[in-house]
């Protein structure tokens, strides 16, 4: 019987494909379970889960650790949300910094360091990101997941044919039914997206917190960039925040009224619901704009891109870009040294509700240090201060 040739092809392509299924599915695996260390400043005097808000939340992956520093003196009470969307992962890394080196002598401060960890876990579909980076350290290097904007297919699926908000009824886009920053107020018996901002919100209900900053990053052709977003309740602060940085911290940042007509995000849904003020931060990051060109490590870190260079000399852009890029040293320091200036506002205007913090650098110490100096190594570290994300 002759040999065939056609039956030893489809043989080959089956196991090259299925070898191809076995390192995708490994590759996917440890992204998804990937250990990101913290380690506590002498700050943080307690850590919660936020299924101690909300039970309906218990179990889930989005059981999110929460770092509470406390000072002595009684004051007000912040609230700072990090990884509300993982693609932008400055957000992220600058609550690492307030988790590992904050202290606080009047008032407390609840940082969160993964408010969507679901979307921690998996990339954009089809967007060739990375499925994670590692932040340079005095002591080697700390690798952390890249994230994506929606959570996790697998934790929440399918999506809906249309997405209708709860409670205003307004149809948004269909995949933003897995957006933390579309979903609030959220519902007690809703998606786990939902279900996660619904615990979030009892959370700022329970603790009486004053003002929550939900820390972003946005692409250059996006017009809401380099600003606070601010709820009507919060204009005042975040204007005078946006004069005193532009004119003292080295780099400018605007003010943005959120527009009460547009439903689902932290910064007009929780001013709406909650006695807080709620206030949202966006930096630039290239990494994320439709004119990129490889979406890599090195655009991921450094921020450097000629397609995006060259967008903005073509008009496109709605931030500078230039050969230094937007790296992500600059993206985190300015997250540092614009919460710091709303604190420092805020107490001089409620020194009854003061939040004073120390310990956290700010923008040119960021750039100057680079941010691993300011991650602490688990390995030199006290167990029982270590914290997984």
């Known amino acids: 019987m002759p040999f065939n040739w056609l039956y030893l092809r489809k043989f080959i392509l089956i196991t090259l494909g299925l070898v191809l299924m076995v390192f995708a599915g490994v590759s996917f695996y440890e992204s998804r379970h990937l250990k990101e260390p913290v380690v506590l400043s002498q700050g943080v005097t307690q850590v919660k889960k936020l299924s101690d808000y909300f039970r309906g939340i218990r179990g889930t992956i989005n059981d999110s650790n929460i770092y509470i520093l406390e000072g002595v003196k009684p004051g007000g009470t912040i609230l700072i949300l990090g990884g509300t969307h993982p693609e932008e992962p400055g957000s992220r890394l600058t609550t690492w910094i307030l988790a590992e080196n904050a202290e606080v002598d009047q008032g407390r401060v609840f940082v969160i360091n993964s408010a969507n960890r679901s979307a921690t ?13 590692t932040i340079p350290t005095p002591w080697g290097g700390q690798k952390f997941r890249m994230g994506d904007r929606w959570s996790n297919p697998l934790d929440q699926w399918p999506d809906p044919e249309a997405y209708i908000h709860y409670p205003s009824r307004q149809e948004l886009a269909y995949v933003d039914i897995r957006n933390l920053n579309r979903t609030w107020p959220g519902r007690a018996n809703g998606t786990l997206t939902e279900k996660t901002c619904y615990a979030l919100i009892q959370l700022i209900r329970k603790e009486k917190v004053d003002i929550v900053i939900d820390l972003h990053e946005a692409e250059l052709q996006y017009p809401v960039i380099s600003t606070i977003v601010a709820h009507e309740k919060g204009q005042d602060l975040a204007a005078l925040a946006s004069m005193m940085i532009s004119g003292t911290e080295g780099f400018s940042i605007g003010m943005e009224y959120s527009p009460p007509a547009l439903h689902g995000l932290s910064h007009r849904e929780i001013g709406d619901h909650t006695q807080a003020i709620s206030l949202l931060l966006e930096a630039p990051e290239p990494f994320l704009d439709a004119t990129r060109g490889r979406t890599d490590r090195e655009l991921l870190l450094e921020g450097k891109d000629e397609f995006v260079v060259k967008a903005g000399k073509h008009g ?69 201060r270590i914290y997984y994300e």
Not at 121 to 133: A, I
Not at 356 to 381: C, Q, S
């Open 316 to 384: 496109l852009l709605f931030e500078k870009m230039d050969e230094n890029g937007w790296p992500v040293e600059v993206r985190v320091g300015r997250h540092c040294s614009t919460i710091l200036q709303i604190l420092e506002l805020w107490s001089e205007e409620n020194p009854g509700k003061s939040v004073m913090v120390k310990g956290v650098p700010r923008y040119a110490e960021v750039i100057e240090k680079g941010i691993g100096n300011f991650l602490h190594d688990p390995a030199k570290a006290d167990s029982k």
């Open 121 to 133: 876990t998996v990339t954009r579909l089809g967007g060739g990101y990375p499925p994670d980076f």
